[in-house]
């Protein structure tokens, strides 16, 4: 199927076959190689390491039919960054310690553009549950809260 | 030299908080893992393992898979002559004649795609004799068990991991009270986010280059070519960013040499990268442990006698999992002051699955054991568990029975620090439902001489452009040791850090021998390596310095880039330009900057009564946890954990936070979350849906305290973390489980049935 | 051959739906929001599966109705849950579904999986279709001869195959009594897992603060789900302990569950009660009732 999508701001043409995943396009057709995968064919277990965002809205894209994304946007970590201008929450991952092997840093900080872009705030609970979806071996999680919490303040979120 | 004398200065970098020398690559979405790594004309490999846990093999016909389209090759025992692996040799890569586990490998498939290759696997007729299975350790010590390595005529493996100081009996004998009990710990996934694999390729000089997430690229490059049977000069270890690896990655695996096998006969690039439901079923394990602990203390709280009962589960092959057993001996005889200990281990085959060493290395384990104990001794005793623990903690300098010689120690100032942080006001006031549990640790913190050399090296190269490039034997798999070793290369040199490169990861060949990334060692032999070549650059800049300045060596310093005389404020020149003097002008010196280190810590391989002092220095700590359990589910809560460690002088405060909180985080799956489930050897909940890793709605708030003073032979006065924090929390859990409700529970994981079950045994 | 579809098919309307599915026949398979299907990718189930229907070019999006409550069968579930919570009385009547949706860990899979998905899967472990059994949600299924209402019940026939007819499909779920207050309740060791038991519980009060009506919906690690609808032992009754505690008995007497590596079946069976009991207390909490 012929596909028309934006992907981080430039539009993107090609073809996809219908049991392709929106995850299999992105890295294999487009080189979009900071969406990971833990490799759980056949069993999603919400390791949230392949978040995109579509739209706006993280979902796993292991598990998204590529030809939804036709005539929609999508976001993955490539987009945030612009101009060699970090975006608060990849400066606030680095400066809080949020990274250890990196594995799951992708996925995390854009559960965390979702939730801020939503108007989430610094409240520990909101953050927590922005990444109930995704998992991290490495870090215990605190130091992730604790970088969301920042870029939060920092982008003045979750404000009335 | 010790780094003692810098202590007391005013540091630059050291102690600072600053970002992870990688995170930046990280956070853009460029660094590139195993999983990301592709060449042109690559093959994708995949491995037939074995139908049954226990079974003859009849015959193998790869005939039809080899005729397949897009199969390109296809190799069994028959087809390739590889060594056998493993410290008891007796794993091979490619299994013939019987197979004696479901993971055991028979055939594996290069072709063009994946999906190929394991369409291939298909093909592949493989006729078995099923034989009995034996899966349970001590049931395959009984006479007439079947023997998973027939010509051994036994179960029993061939390694005694024993010992005995003191006079134990009579140690007994003085005892006032003496508890004894059974513990059991389970098997778990390392599950990092990377999964296993190789990718591999011979180039036109004919060496062998290898793609690997391993954690010990020398040992590596090593065992790989024993293995392939070729010499390990041909060898090339090429290290990507590792999405972490927890002591998954510090053997060689049949299927790292199968993939090169197959490069080596295609002549193309082959990777092998596990799935998921491939990594659970088939990565080896933690190391499971049955431990009978019984130990005797004096009325008035003094331990007087401590005896340790191990079994443990090999599986089908000794793995390193097998070797946990010598961190386990340094716990048994030394947590806590005990003058009496004996250890006896029995390590058994059986047809489950073969174990690695895993972030602790076997002291989560028996650390489980012996601190659920000490509560229930303290129980007995009538004593606080807080001050039955003070009474017996280490203290420094002292010597434990097998011969650690413990330099610094603050484990009595962690447990006073875990007690008042967490509110302790004894037993069974936490409020209702709730209860807090305390646990210590003992670790090597200076190294773990396990191997003959536990040493690294470094270089450390300044250009001249003030460049400083600092390459380290190390591997950097998340743990930080890439910032560990910026900060300390850019205090020891004075230079501002941003101008410290840390080559690390990558091509082994380049960097100088490390034993690996394991054991805490990192930071401490690592950073000791790089220290000692930096402060070389060092003193080699001060001497150009000195003839361009006309002052002597002595008399100089290098303040944020900036040479000067210490009193002659005139005198003063940039580094960068001292360097470019030193090679270019000046009388024309010809000299360039460079040094290179190699440190071995002062530590002794332990002899044949297994007695030694295998670390330069250790690591102590005291957790506390605090929960709530519900009294009808019997669902734990933790509410919160106090960390405390003494892990010397804090170098780099984000590291360590991190390690630690991470830590905690394993060892909450540890204690109430994660396992394997094995049916005949086969793992049952192969998938991340049925494994339960720590998530973070299972994170509690977690205090983390450093309660440690620079250590004098760590570089900066550094011992290392890593792994300390993951191994207190089993027990510190089942025990404040204990404190919370009054069941015991003496097998991990404590999962909501097994409290539900012990509470309806109390009510009745 | 493994999953292989040769085309996707997107009808613009509810006649071209029906069309394509009676003469695709078997080889099609509707796709919602594909978290399903895509986890059995590589299962094998769907390797004979020629053509996949999607139906999200029919408008199947959207919550409304206040008397009657209909989703559209393609609506995510991160969005029926921001309808519900975007005010208090949904809140109450439809808590239950909200807290089904709140229980799946993370936004992402609430931003694909579909009410009509969840309903369709015909499972014990779906907290969505538990929360709707609860709530006494009805089926609006459209074929080629119109359109039929079910019950939810009949509709999750079986597991992965719910009971359609040829050229059918589920459009909405009609939730026809969104009054008084649910909850739902369920029980995990870890946010991942798939509920070792749970309960949803749906109460209308009298004047007097006694139940007037109730359904309890049981699932989790059970063979079938479980809906016990009005029992005696809450109809026309404050749920005080006493009250509570026949109905901890009841649902452990009424499941028939699972016994495998996660949970005993006697653990489960406990469980189950207590999870009921838990869900009837706060919905009745929730609807304003206090059991003094």
């Known amino acids: 199927m012929k596909l028309r999508f934006t992907l981080n701001g430039s539009a993107v043409e090609l073809d996809a076959e219908p049991w392709e995943s929106l995850f299999d396009v992105l890295r294999n057709r487009l080189g979009i190689k900071s969406v990971k995968t833990a490799l759980c064919e056949g069993s999603c277990s919400a390791c949230g390491a392949c978040t995109v965002l579509l739209d706006g809205r ?24 612009r101009g060699g201008e970090l975006h608060p929450l990849q400066s606030a991952f680095i400066e809080a310690g949020a990274v250890q092997c990196g594995f799951c840093t992708p996925g995390m900080i854009l559960a965390a553009k979702a939730y801020l872009d939503g108007g989430g705030g610094p409240d520990e609970g909101g953050i927590r549950e922005a990444i109930r ?9 605190v130091k992730i809260i604790e970088a969301i919490r920042r870029a939060a303040e920092a982008l003045g979120g979750g404000k009335p | 030299m010790t780094s003692v004398e810098l202590v007391g200065r005013e540091f630059s970098v050291i102690g600072s908080r600053v970002p992870k020398y990688d995170a930046l690559e990280k956070v853009l979405g460029e660094a590139r893992y195993l999983l990301d ?30 005729r397949m389209p897009g199969v390109v090759d296809v190799i069994t025992a028959r087809d390739v002559r590889l060594n056998n692996l493993g410290y008891l040799k007796d794993n091979p890569p490619l299994k013939w004649g019987k197979v004696r586990s479901v993971r055991d490998e028979i055939a594996a498939v290069a072709a063009v795609d994946p999906e190929t290759a394991s369409e291939a696997l298909h093909a592949i007729d493989v006729k078995y004799e099923p034989l009995p299975p034996v899966t349970d350790p001590v049931a395959a010590l009984e006479p007439g068990a079947p023997l998973v390595h027939e010509e051994l005529g036994t179960n029993r493996v061939n390694l005694d991991f024993g010992l005995s100081y003191g006079d134990v009996e009579a140690a007994f004998q003085r005892a006032d009270v003496v508890v004894e009990g059974t513990y059991r710990t389970q098997y778990v996934a390392h599950t990092p986010g990377d999964t296993m694999g190789a990718l591999a390729w011979v180039d036109a000089q004919g060496i062998l280059n290898v793609y690997t997430n391993t954690q010990a690229p020398f040992l590596y490059q090593r065992w790989l070519a024993e293995s392939l049977g070729i010499p390990a000069h041909r060898v090339r270890v090429i290290q990507p960013h590792i999405g972490g690896a927890f002591g998954r990655n510090l053997d060689v695996y049949p299927h790292d040499v199968i993939t090169a096998a197959l490069a080596m006969r295609t002549r193309r690039p082959v990777k092998l990268l596990f799935t998921r439901s491939e990594e659970l079923q088939n990565a080896p394990t933690k190391q499971p442990l049955i431990a009978r602990v019984r130990q005797g203390a004096t009325r008035d709280g003094r331990l007087v006698a401590r005896e340790v009962d191990a079994i443990l589960d090999a599986g089908a092959y000794v793995g390193w999992g097998v070797f946990d057993a010598r961190v386990m001996q340094y716990t048994v005889t030394g947590l806590y002051s005990v003058p009496a200990v004996r250890f006896r281990t029995t390590v058994v085959y059986t047809n489950n699955p073969s174990t690695a060493a895993m972030r602790s290395a076997g002291n989560s384990q028996i650390t489980f054991a012996v601190e659920s104990n000490m509560d229930e ?34 484990m009595p100032e962690a447990i006073r620090e875990a007690a008042r942080r967490i509110g302790w006001r004894g037993r069974h006031s936490a409020g209702p439902h709730r209860g807090i549990g305390f646990a210590c640790y003992f670790h090597v913190g200076g190294g773990a001489r396990i191997y003959r050399s536990d040493g690294c090296g470094a270089i450390v190269k300044v250009d001249d452009f003030g460049g400083v490039i600092v390459s380290v034997g190390g591997t950097e798999i998340g743990e930080g040791l890439d910032t560990s070793i910026q900060l300390i290369v850019a205090e020891a040199l004075g230079v501002p850090r941003d101008r410290v490169r840390v080559q690390i990861n990558g091509d082994a060949s380049m960097r100088l021998w490390d034993v690996g990334t394991h054991a805490s060692r990192g930071t401490f032999v690592c950073g000791n390596a790089a220290l000692r070549a930096a402060l070389d650059a060092r003193r080699q800049i001060l001497e150009g310095a000195s003839k361009i300045l006309g002052a002597p060596p002595e008399d100089l310093e290098v303040v944020d880039g900036f040479v000067r005389s210490r009193t002659d404020p005139s005198k003063g020149m940039e580094y960068d330009k001292v360097v470019r003097r030193m090679h270019f002008f000046s009388g024309a010196q010809g000299r360039i900057v460079v040094a290179s280190s190699f440190y071995e810590p002062p530590s002794e391989e332990p002899d044949e009564r297994w007695h030694g002092n295998v670390s330069a220095t250790y690591g102590f700590g005291c957790q506390a946890a605090l929960v709530e359990v519900d009294p009808e589910t019997g669902r734990v809560k933790v509410l919160r954990i106090v960390s405390a460690h003494d892990a010397g002088r804090v170098i780099n405060p984000n590291g360590f936070e991190g390690q630690v909180q991470g830590g905690v985080a394993m060892g909450i799956g540890l204690a109430l979350l994660e396992e394997l489930h094995l049916s005949e050897g086969r793992v049952v909940n192969g998938s991340f849906e049925d494994y339960r890793l720590p998530r973070v709605t299972d994170i509690p708030e977690i205090d983390v305290v450093s309660v440690g003073e620079p250590d004098p032979e760590g570089p900066y006065g550094a011992k290392g973390v890593a792994e300390g924090p993951v191994i207190p929390v089993g027990p510190a859990i089942a025990n404040a489980v204990a404190d919370a409700l009054g069941v015991r529970i003496r097998d991990l994981p404590i999962t909501p049935e097994k409290i539900w079950r012990a509470l309806a045994l109390n009510v009745q | 051959m493994p999953f292989r579809p040769s085309k996707v098919i997107l009808p613009a309307t509810r006649e071209e739906a029906s069309e394509s599915l009676e003469a695709l026949g078997g080889g099609a398979v509707i796709i919602a929001g594909g978290t399903m299907l895509f986890r059995l990718r590589d299962s094998g189930l769907l390797d004979h599966v020629e053509a996949l229907v999607d139906l999200s070019r029919l408008g199947l999006s959207y919550v409304r109705g206040d008397a009657v409550v209909a989703i559209g069968s393609y609506t995510p579930l991160s969005d029926v849950y921001r309808w519900i919570a975007s005010d208090p009385r949904r809140g109450r009547a439809l808590g239950a579904l909200a807290d089904a949706i709140m229980s799946m860990p993370g936004w992402q899979i609430r931003n694909m999986a579909t009410v009509g998905g969840s309903a369709s899967i015909g499972m014990p472990q779906s907290d969505i279709a538990t929360s709707l059994l609860a709530l006494g949600a009805r089926a609006r299924i459209s074929g080629p001869s119109g359109e039929r209402v079910v019950d939810l019940r009949d509709y999750m026939a079986a597991p992965l195959s719910p009971s359609l007819g040829s050229g059918e499909f589920l459009s909405e779920l009609v939730i026809e009594q969104p009054i008084g207050a649910s909850a739902h309740e369920k029980f995990v060791v870890s946010d991942i897992d798939h509920p070792i038991a749970s309960a949803s519980a749906h109460l209308a009060l009298a004047d007097d603060g006694s139940v007037a009506s109730a359904r309890i919906a049981l699932g989790g690690g059970l063979r079938r789900s479980v809906v016990l609808e009005s029992p005696r032992a809450l109809v026309g009754r404050v749920p005080d302990e006493g009250v509570l505690e026949e109905i901890q008995g009841l649902a452990r007497d009424s499941v028939d569950p699972l016994d495998d590596f996660v949970a005993s079946a006697e653990y489960r069976r406990h469980l189950a009660g207590v999870m009921a009991r838990r869900a009837v207390a706060r919905a009745y909490a929730r609807a304003g009732g206090s059991a003094r």
Do not use: W
Not at chain 1, 68 to 79: F, H, M, N, Q, Y
Not at chain 2, 396 to 405: D, E, F, I, L, S
């Open chain 2, 377 to 410: 001794l303290a129980e007995r005793l009538g004593m606080d568990p807080v001050e039955f623990r003070l009474l017996n903690a280490n203290r420094p300098n002292t010597v434990t029975p097998q011969g650690a010689r413990i330099t610094t120690c603050a």
């Open chain 2, 37 to 66: 790594l592709e060449m042109p004309g690559m093959l994708h490999a995949k491995i037939l393992r074995s139908s049954h846990p226990h079974a003859r093999l009849l015959s193998i016909d790869a005939s039809k898979a080899a």
């Open chain 1, 58 to 81: 993280p979902i796993y894209s292991v598990m998204t039919p590529a030809y939804r994304a036709d005539g929609r946007s999508i976001t993955t970590l490539e987009g945030l960054s």
């Open chain 1, 133 to 141: 979806g995704n998992l991290c071996r490495c870090t215990g999680y």
